[in-house]
Nanobody, 119 residues
């Protein structure tokens, strides 16, 4: 059973930075991609950033230039560096790992870590 454990959330003032970590119980190269999602109170979960096995990255427009997704293969970890945070970045951030199968994608999710940005 794949496990993803996030950490690094907390309370930060607007303009500050946080780095989230997601550690997988398996080699992250066994996944086709790793990504971060967030869910703000009263809103649907939204995509934030992704990193494919080949190293391609993608970001939602609202975080481009502020957030950076990266990985450490030796630690089976994916990170989300978040800079210039604002109140709209508040939410529960969850890590997702995806494996492509014939006809479907197998998803794995972490439990999430809370990020609260105070204005």
């Amino acid at each position: 059973q794949v496990q993803l454990v996030e950490s690094g959330g907390g309370l930060v003032q607007a303009g500050g930075s946080l780095r989230l970590s997601c550690v997988a119980s398996e080699n992250i190269f066994s996944f086709n991609g790793m990504s971060w999602y967030r869910q703000a109170p009263g809103k649907q979960r939204e995509f934030v950033a992704s990193l494919t096995r080949s190293g391609n990255t993608n970001y939602v427009d609202t975080v481009k230039g502020r957030f950076t997704i990266s990985r450490d293969n030796a630690k089976n970890a994916v990170y989300l560096q978040m800079n210039r945070l604002n109140s709209d970045d508040t939410g529960v951030y969850s890590c997702r790992a995806a494996r492509l199968r014939v006809g479907y994608t197998r998803d794995y999710w972490g439990q999430g870590t809370q990020v609260t940005v105070s204005s």
